[in-house]
């Protein structure tokens, strides 16, 4: 199993120490060039979107990356990455990547409730601890959309089809439940 984790900016070694815990090979993506070898997921960090997005277009990524993840490669996308990935972005113009029907809200929780910490039941995986860091939440799912966890009435968890999508920092709290999920999705034993 090997594992590629968006590494040009963010919190991405945090997300590598819980996958090689689980026995998962990483690499990092900063160049081209790291896309030529066999990749069976992909890890999209927390960070700034903006930052991410600018710099996957500058360095070649995006669109070898979009490639990858419209043609069925498993895809966990955590905060900012849940942001690459929307097909929309309330309140703004452009998008990212646009593979996940679903309408996110950046920044969404205010300043004053910018972090904060919680534990919830995300479906299919039972009680998890999640770490939200200027986090969005998402506003709206398009169709096929599962809507895996809610926070005070918030959607902050989804799966649609390869692509999980969460608002929050699993990779920060120690609890591995939700990557050993996402290696189920590459593998195949959770669906692809
Ligand atoms: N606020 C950031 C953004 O809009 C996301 C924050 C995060 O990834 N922790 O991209």
């Known amino acids: 199993m090997r594992i590629g984790v ?3 900016q963010g919190a991405f070694a945090e997300h590598e120490q819980m996958l090689r815990a689980l026995g998962a090979e990483c690499f990092e993506i900063r160049q081209q060039a790291d896309l030529s070898g066999p990749m069976d997921g ?47 972005i309330s309140g703004e113009e452009g ?28 479906k299919q995986i039972g009680k998890v601890p ?35 999508g969460l608002s929050f920092h699993p990779e920060v709290s120690g609890d591995t439940s939700v990557h050993r999920y996402f290696l189920g999705m590459c593998t195949g034993v959770f669906g692809q």
């Not at 998008?95 to 039941?121: C, D, W």
């Not at 959607?155 to 692509?163: D, L, P, S």
Request: charged share 20%; hydrophobic share 45%; with cysteine.
């Open 6 to 8: 968006l590494a040009v």
């Open 42 to 88: 992909l890890v999209l960090p927390g960070g700034e979107s903006t930052v991410m997005g600018k710099l996957l277009r500058e360095l070649g990524l995006f669109q070898p990356l979009w490639e990858k993840i419209e043609s069925g490669l498993p895809v966990l996308a955590t905060c900012a990455g849940l942001i690459l990935l929307a097909e929309k």
């Open 95 to 122: 998008r990212h990547f646009g593979t996940l029907p679903v309408t996110v809200k950046r920044n969404a929780y205010g300043r004053q409730l910018g972090s904060f910490y919680t534990v919830a039941e995300m």
């Open 130 to 164: 999640m770490h939200f860091i200027r986090a969005p939440y998402v506003e709206t799912v398009g169709s096929g959309v599962e809507v895996l966890a809610e926070v005070d009435g918030r959607i902050v968890a989804v799966r649609y089809q390869n692509q999980l």
